[in-house]
């Protein structure tokens, strides 16, 4: 990656933040000197994850954020992360209207990530994707993933503060608690609140995070919303900033950060063993050694093993 | 692990089963000759991946099937894996009850695994703990996983077959797709169709799953249940019986299979370079480069690769 691009990126120009995501999403290596001084211009960006599973209307709650920020003189930029699939390569109808909605807005960038199957390097990528966004000069970065798991867990890493949204049909406590939500989430919201359940939900949900929230971690607070009414998204926004500042305050906030430094250093350094673990010699000696399953009764951990003998690395 | 534990594991006793099961999913070393024993005596075992959002009523479901498996004369393990949670320990009150409810049935071992926040770890142990069970002498596996996400996906690398189990609040095509479950499932189930929607979902499913199941994947079928009511999970049970013997005869089985063994050796081989890498003084080194963070402004990069020069592995 060239200085020219890093100026490029500095005075916030879109297409070059466009193509640079497109490297860093496809895998394509990245110079350290290049990340060096993104990181260097990219630590005041607040990053925020809005998570939870489908169909709960992360996608309208985001739009809405999306345009109280703008109305509050910010700068956005949002990273939709799909899990792979085939028919969507990663950007679905929805994302690409609302990209087009703020195509020449130089204060929103919308960009649609897929993860290809790869959720393990999505934190890493988010990690990448958010100094970029930063380095441009957004204020905050909206991370939106769908689904409830591992992908969330990895984006959860890649955010300073992640807002859980569920609706009243998301399931019961002991399920919430089962798909691991408590743990990520620093903000809960119960969207589609006109629906039935929607108090009980987050009076439960109070209850719960009051008893089983760990230590070092802040009680998240529950909001309701109606997103596609526009109603308590205005609250939730000034929730998000009050619990920001107590997060600031309570030391949490650095907590994450520092964990998240980790965190990547961890997801970089497993990338780059395995690329250079698997040269194209090691993966024909995989494929023959699967090609001869039938014949041989050979277990796939004496495979792994005669394959690590072979490396020198 | 010693000669003596591999014959109790082959003659079906569950407390050694359980033991191993534990050095599995606390990620102690266990010998490739005993995993060779296993792998030869595992070749049979139907594996049977149940997932699907949280509050699907998968557990139901599964409880079901296992009284029609017995009543069909097959024994049966289960592996519920729960997403890490400090709250559950891996393992939930409701799977506890099922436990005790077979405690004393040779014919059923149910297990429930955490997944420790290592999802990526997570398809190389359910692999492992899938060949253990069927070594022990079960006729079907089955893992049931919630949430939908990368742990999932992980599954379904380790299953024959995937029965993805929805409701009808689960959300519509669009976000079914957004969350990947197509790929991953073989065969669908809308649960609860008592309720309102189940109709629609089955119908817009099937059309969907018309569409775009890719090349060289059979087309899911799809059944409406209302396990909790024991409806339809008969139909269910043959539907499955019939699929997998057409995913046999097209030859998709043995396609899964082949892929699974490379996943397997892509896991293992990953898990052995990481450990080989973490040593303390790396692990030190890092912390240390941490602490410093304060004071310099070094990106995750840097440190990265003066770790990375650091080994000479």
Same mark, same amino acid.
């Given at each position: ?26 895998g394509?290596p990245?110079?350290d ?88 390097g999505?934190?890493r ?6 100094? =970029? =966004? ?66 009980? =939900? ?62 990547r250093i961890f997801n970089l350094i497993q990338d780059r063993l395995l690329r250079k673990f698997w ?34 690395d």
């Open positions: 990656m060239d200085q020219h691009t890093l100026d490029r990126i500095r005075s916030n120009d879109h297409r070059a933040l466009s193509r640079v995501i497109t490297q860093i999403e496809s394509q990245i110079s000197t290049f990340f060096k001084e993104v990181h260097t211009l990219s630590h005041d960006a607040l990053r925020i994850g809005i998570t939870g599973p489908p169909g709960a209307g992360k996608s309208t709650l985001a739009d809405q954020l999306i345009q109280i920020l703008l109305n509050d003189g910010k700068s956005v930029g949002v990273v939709a992360v799909d899990p792979t699939s085939p028919f969507t390569g990663g950007a679905l109808l929805g994302d690409r209207v609302r990209m087009n909605h703020y195509l020449f807005n130089d204060n929103v960038f919308i960009r649609s990530m897929g993860s290809h199957g790869d959720l393990g999505l934190a990528k988010a990690q990448d994707v958010g100094d =970029l =966004l930063a380095a441009s000069g957004k204020d905050v970065i909206i991370f939106e993933t769908v689904g409830v798991g591992q992908g969330e867990h990895d984006v959860a890493k890649a955010v300073d503060m992640t807002v859980v949204v569920l609706v009243p049909e998301s399931g019961d406590e002991i399920q919430l608690m089962k798909a691991g939500l408590i743990e990520i989430s620093d903000i809960f919201v119960v969207n589609k609140s006109d629906r039935d359940g929607a108090g009980r =939900l987050a009076q439960s949900l109070k209850a719960i995070l009051h008893t089983f929230t760990q230590k070092g971690k802040l009680e998240p607070p529950v909001f309701n919303t109606s997103a596609d009414r526009k109603e308590g998204v205005a609250d939730l926004y000034q929730g998000i900033i009050d619990h920001l500042a107590l997060m600031k305050d309570e030391g949490v906030l650095k907590a994450k950060q520092l964990e998240r430094y980790r965190n040269t194209q010699e090691k993966l024909d000696q995989m494929e023959l050694s699967i090609q001869n399953l039938e014949l041989t009764n050979t277990s796939p951990h004496e495979v792994a093993n005669s394959l690590l003998k072979g490396s020198h």
